[in-house]
C-alpha cells in the first residue's frame, strides 16, 4: 500500500463502479423490481462510510498492517456486492 490517500481513492474508485453497475443493470432491466438494487447501493454506500472513517483511525499501533487489513475488507466488500449484482 502506497499511502492513505491511494487507499481512499481506490475505496471511492471501487464503491463508486459498484454503484455504477447497478445503475447500469436497472436501466438494462427497467421492468424488474428495484428493491434489492436499491439496497445493494444502500449497502455500497455505508461500506464505504465505514471503510473511510477506518482510514483516518489516527490511533493505531501499526499503520502499515492496519491500512492492509482496510485493503483486504475493501476487497471482501467488493465481491460480496459485485457477488449480489450478479445474482440479480
Do not use: C
Request: glycine share 4%.
Amino acid at each position: 500500500m502506497a499511502n492513505k490517500r491511494d487507499l481512499k481513492k481506490d475505496i471511492n474508485y471501487v464503491m463508486g463502479d459498484i454503484i455504477e453497475a447497478v445503475y447500469i443493470w436497472e436501466l438494462t432491466n427497467p421492468a424488474k423490481e428495484t428493491t434489492d438494487s436499491q439496497s445493494i447501493i444502500d449497502d455500497a454506500i455505508k461500506g464505504f462510510d465505514e471503510l473511510i472513517v477506518k482510514v483516518n483511525q489516527r490511533d493505531v499501533e501499526n499503520a502499515k498492517d492496519h491500512f492492509k487489513g482496510v485493503n483486504q475488507e475493501l476487497e471482501a466488500k467488493g465481491r460480496a456486492l459485485i457477488d449480489r449484482i450478479n445474482k440479480m
